[in-house]
């Protein structure tokens, strides 16, 4: 929608913040985003895939890129493996769904996450056990500035939890074209043990899972607990989960024998921050139009605001309540554009 020569953003973010941008265009394919990037107009475009992980604060100054490209084929493939290519414009549950169909195993606990392919690694995303770096093959990319294309593995993606290059040394230098994983044809390596999988699929009287098992129980799940965004605006996992020092964990059991934690390395513990900003007091506690879901605490949810701003007091207060009351620092997991 278009006013006063800026075009709307509400529809295309699911927190459905009201901002606006000067310029917008959708991509179709890499050589239209190519001869796009040698546009000055659109030098520091914003790369915008289904805006399900992005928080606007303020209208933008700059254009808005939408990447639409699309596209779902099987690149190459042995009697074991199939490498799959997709569009950065695949709808991401399109993929997993069209994978599970064809027998394609690797990405069904990595069903339903909203967003498109393109984004995918940016923040490595990951749930119920499996990341995207454990079927990462490669992603094709645009640099920025010069218009070549380039080819990266997943050493160059430098993946962490929710992390990778992108968001770091290579941040707003390429985008990303189309991503391809490796992913099992046969002797599927099901990983089932994560949150409630297992328990689901016995409710499903599944005794022998599949792939296509373990997707719709992963499908049941999320449906269950995490808020539709069509119906209430957020964007999943406000914050990442905390990474913290050993010995600040163990000083925290003393305290709190309770607390979940996880083992990552020799040297750090994983704390759930949902946990933490539950035990702060800010689970289902909702303050005028924003406040943190009721079963899921560390989904921020949007009540009726179209503003980024609120939204955001609304995480530094939370972030200010779990620093007080345990001394940890929250760090989002969305991306803040202002
Ligand atoms: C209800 C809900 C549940 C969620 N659950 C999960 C979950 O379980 N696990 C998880 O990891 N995430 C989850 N998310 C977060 C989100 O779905 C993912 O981060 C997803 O990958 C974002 O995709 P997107 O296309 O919407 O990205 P956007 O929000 O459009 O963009 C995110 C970032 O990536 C950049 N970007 C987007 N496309 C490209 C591109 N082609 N090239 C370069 N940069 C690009 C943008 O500039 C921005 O910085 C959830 C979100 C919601 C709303």
Redesign the pocket.
Known sequence: MKKNNTVSLQEYN?FGVAVSTPLFVEIKSSLALQEKLKDEAFKDA?????????LFLADLSKPVIK?SIPGIRIMNETEQIAVVSAG?GVV?HDLVMWCVANNLGGIENLSL????V???P??N???YGVELSDVFYDAVCINRKTGESRIFNAEDCDFGY?DSA?KNDLKDA????AVRLALTKKNHRLKTDYGNVNETLVQMGVTKPNIEDVAKAVVQIRTSK??D?KKLG????FFKNSIVPKGKCARLLLKYPNMPHYHIDGAFDKIPAGWLIEQAGFKGLKKGKVGMHDKQALVLVNYGTSSGKLLWKHAKLVMEGVEKKFGISLEPEV?LIS
Do not use: C, D, E, K
Not at 46 to 54: M, Q, R, V, Y
Not at 113 to 116: A, R, S, T, Y
Not at 234 to 237: E, F, V
């Open positions: 699911t914003l790369i915008l895939g289904g805006g399900s992980n992005i990447i950065a991401w996450i909203p967003g498109l393109g984004a995918a940016i923040q995303i990951g749930a929710r992108f390429y985008v990303v074209t995490l808020p965004p957020n964007a999943g996992s991306n």
